[in-house]
């Protein structure tokens, strides 16, 4: 089926007249293997992207899409992504997007506190470029300029949840599927998650104002959508004298979120923020023998401060402090911590006339002790095609009772890659 | 005979250059002008409204005698202000190499000391970020200019002194020296060769910190857009590493009425 519709969009693209239109893209090899143990291929990926752009004055048509062929890590084989595919319009002081697009909402880098309107791709966990993290989403959007001041309304028919990387599977979170308590083992068997119907009262929306004030860009936002990560509820359940077996059904729940950021330079250095506060969000509790595990709600905020420094020869270096927080917390939630402290640092530097670059990226959750760092360099070998090394190195204990992401779950996954990328 | 008049010659020819060469330079103001007198008059220049421009810059480099070229192209919209707080605000596009295309650089520049402010578009990032200045001696994509060298200089940023005359393509110029007032300049000095006739740049020599010589950047072409004149074609090499970076500008358009909203947000995400 893939490769038919492959296919197709071959077939399409040589035969129809591209005249006008922008082609770009790119082709990539992206292989890393494990640094430890039986140095196990953690990813082989071989993507094509393509990316078509159309323009006038009075709007723009977008395409990008993605052929990409999983060696190993993620369980798939081959598939065609459309990434994003909107239609601009330009109508006085607004400007309307309609189709399927990414939203960034957010300050930050490589942490999600605003940015929340889009799921994410989680099948490498957090090592994917920033670009490809996001999974676009089917939604209208309006922006309204006024001024110094924009107004931005999103409305998303239809909820998608992030994706995670198949069971089994290297980059997999593993779930906890039994336990014992008072000599009573308990089976939890997780199965598929159930989404939102599609229904109106069932899609999302989002709105933003932004405006630039007193040399601070400022931001304040509202979003009407559902957790990205599911809770569950037990759908049935079957005991014995020492077997407790409970059938977990993932469902989504609605927790709408006010948010706001800002960024501003001050003496050479940028200061940025962002915070949220979702309401009744929901959890996963222990609750007593008979229904094991059960949804409870409580309020949630977490927010980021960061500061932005450069340096000579291109460098930059960037610092950030995040902080999450449940705020009816009850030891008994599972899942998650009563807060979480993650501290960022990202250095990124070129040299050779641009020739090269260098990055490197630390992520540490203070709660947890564990975290991970990655380095990479690249060499433009010519304008179009790109090289580039790097490592990956993850630590951390592997208890689930912890954070959104547990970076200990992959402390095992430290790997070396290459990433070959031809551009045009 | 022949010799006393041929001596005679020789005498007259000398008591003309003495005399002769003295007056012209007088009366096209050599022996008056000041180095300050010079720069102020550049900077007197005619400067547009508004002006919008294609930019080919060419990267070559050339280690160990194997040349590298690479390109980049730029458009660059820019409004000056005569009056009020901008001094002026530019929108860049980057449209290669593959891997920049589509990137924006958005900036307002004040008239008082306040910092410029600046955003920049990635297309992958899917959002405009601001960003702080660059460090001033950074390589603007890559080439032989620095931010620095980008920024443009307030009359009052260097000293200046006349330094000697010389000739570039049968063009008489002054030679002016600039030593920059402010601490942490890139540069130890800066050598200006300005047309004595046009008053426009035609070469600088700039000095590191080591008052070693970095930097030649040569103005090769240029055009009277009455009533601005236009850099068409310039070099600069790097002549402590042999790079070097050819700038073609071209498209040239001047005072067409640009709006203040282009220079938002708004434009520079459409990403066109």
Redesign the interface.
Known sequence: MMIRRFSAVLVMCFTMNLSGYDLTGYFQNWTAVRAVDDHEILLSRNRFRMDMIKSSASGRAYSSIDFTSHGMGTGDDFEMTIRELYLDVYIRNWDIRIGKQQVVWGKADGVFVNDIVNPLDLRFFLLQDFEDIRMGSPMIRANGYFGSSKLELLWIPVFEPWKFAPPGTPWSFPEVSASTINDLTVNMIREDHELPDRRLKNSEWGLKFSTFLLGTDLSLLYFDGFQDRPSVYVKSFEQTDTVLTLNLIPTFDRSPMVGINFSKPLAGILIRGEGAYFRDARFNRQALPGVFVEKTVSDFVQGVLGIDLTGPFGSSLSFQYLKREILDYSPTIIGSSESETWITGMFTGSFWNENAAIRFLALYDRENESGLVQADASYNINDALNAGVGLVGIWGGESLSSSQFNFGVFRNNDMVYLKLTYSY | MAEERRHDKILKGYAMKKILVPAVLASLGFGQMTGLDIMTRVDNNPEPRSLANKLEMI?I?NARGRI?E??RNITRNIKNYETGKYKSKSLIRFH????V?GTGFLMWEYRSD??D?QWLFL?????P???????K???F????LSYEDLGGREIDQDTFELTGHDVIEGDSCYVVRAVPNEKGSTYSKRVYWIDAERWILRKVEFYDRKNRLFKIMNIEEFRFDDPYWTTLLMNVENVQTG?KTIMRISDVQYDFGIGD?FF???YLV???
Do not use: C, F, V, Y
């Open positions: 990267l480099e590298k690479r390109k290669s190499p593959p891997d295309k306040q910092e402010d297309p992958a990032l899917g959002r970020r601001r960003i702080i200045a660059r460090e001696s950074s390589s994509m890559g080439s032989d790079h909203d938002t947000e708004r459409r990403n066109q």
